[in-house]
């Protein structure tokens, strides 16, 4: 499958090669970064892309659109950067019509045009009222949503076959069942059990579970053809941070807070100063989750875009060179993307493994000498 995204986006790219080339323009445009970047519409060049439906909250009540073309069509909404330069907000007049007809492609004499509203986030009033709440989905926001309609759909039935004992009471049944057994085992004692002790892991594995797979099939929808990388958004990564960050405050024992705020052993001039980096500590941790995850499912897809980047690079200065090198370009893709799913297994399992140790950490019973005398 990820031989199959890698070869698809190489002929793309040839194809818009040979275009430019026979055509003397720029050939058709490909939004090459669309499985990085989140935006309001599915990119499935050559085939179309698909705009996502709006929903925008203001005084006036709940607006729900099919697209981001028929929520400008309405009138009463505008681009975001309009209003923020100040043009088209400031009410009806001919200008501001004019404004509005030209970003629509449409001719003075009234002929419509095809036209490209992809390219627009956030909206804005027309007339300067605020927008409350934008809960328009994107991109991200899709393949967020279908990679927890996949965990739905594929540990729910298997939850059931477990309660009816199917691989407790006996031997899992059927490669499905196995398969993915293979990776909650692997979850619970080599993650949970070590981390979290026999007394505990029970309670934080369900949680550890989510984490990983939730984390592995966004990574993984990410390497399709016409996908896009949810883990590669810093609001879904934060926010999954954020969970972990949650649970180990909750889940902290009164040693854990004391040896943050007054910790024992240390002289007391030290105190104040250690109680300082303690409370930083508590918050650079989920940053860093955060940060980690993020930037290690970006940084490969934009690799995999520079390496094809090559193709057009050579391919302006000559067509016969673009050709050339593309080759090279398709194989040290190829390469990057059998790296990119290792990167895919090992970010989640890395997530998960950290996530464990925190919450470890606030578990933890600590003894001192001085305590004891």
């Known amino acids: 499958m990820m031989h199959l995204r890698t070869l698809l986006l190489s002929a793309l790219l040839l194809w818009d090669l040979a275009a430019g080339a026979s055509s003397g323009s720029d050939g058709v445009q490909l939004d090459v970064l669309h499985h990085v970047t989140n935006a309001y519409y599915l990119d499935f060049t050559p085939l179309g892309k698909l705009e996502l439906p709006r929903i925008l909250i203001d005084p006036e009540g709940v607006h729900v659109f099919p697209s981001t073309t ?54 804005a009033r027309r007339d300067g009222l605020p927008v409350y709440l934008d809960l328009s989905l994107t991109r991200h926001g899709v393949f967020m949503l279908l990679a927890a309609a996949l965990l739905l759909g594929i540990f729910l039935p298997l939850a059931a076959r477990y309660r009816a004992g199917i691989g407790r009471e006996s031997a899992p049944r059927g ?32 949680y550890l579970l989510t984490a990983f797979f939730f984390i592995l099939f966004c990574n993984l929808l990410g390497l399709v053809p016409f996908g896009a990388t949810a ?60 940060i980690r995850l993020f930037a290690n499912m970006t940084a490969g897809h934009v690799a995999i875009v520079c390496i094809l980047g090559l193709i057009f690079i050579f391919g302006g200065m000559s067509p016969a060179l673009g050709y050339a090198v593309a080759p090279f370009s398709v194989a040290v893709t190829l390469g990057v993307y059998g790296l990119e799913l290792l990167v895919a297994l090992l970010q989640a399992y890395i997530f998960t493994i950290l996530s464990a140790v925190f919450i470890a950490g606030a578990l933890e019973e600590h003894h001192h000498e001085e305590e004891t005398h």
């Open 175 to 206: 490669p499905w069942q196995n398969l993915w057994e293979t990776f909650i085992v692997f979850i619970r004692d080599e993650v949970a059990r070590p981390n979290l002790g026999e007394e505990h892991y029970r309670r934080y594995l369900p």
């Open 231 to 290: 883990t590669g958004n810093i609001t879904v990564t934060a926010v999954l941070a954020s969970f972990t960050f949650i649970i180990t405050q909750v889940a902290g024992t009164r040693d854990y807070w004391r040896h943050i705020f007054w910790m024992p052993g240390v002289p007391v001039a030290l105190r104040p100063i250690l109680t300082v980096v303690e409370f930083i500590g508590l918050f650079t941790k989920p940053f860093a989750l955060a």
């Open 70 to 123: 028929a929520a400008l069509r309405d009138g009463r909404f505008i681009p975001a950067e309009w209003a923020e330069e100040g043009a088209p907000s400031g009410g009806g007049g001919e200008e501001a019509e004019s404004a509005r007809a030209g970003f629509f492609g449409e001719s003075r004499a009234g002929g419509p045009e095809t036209v490209e509203v992809t390219h627009v986030g956030k909206l």
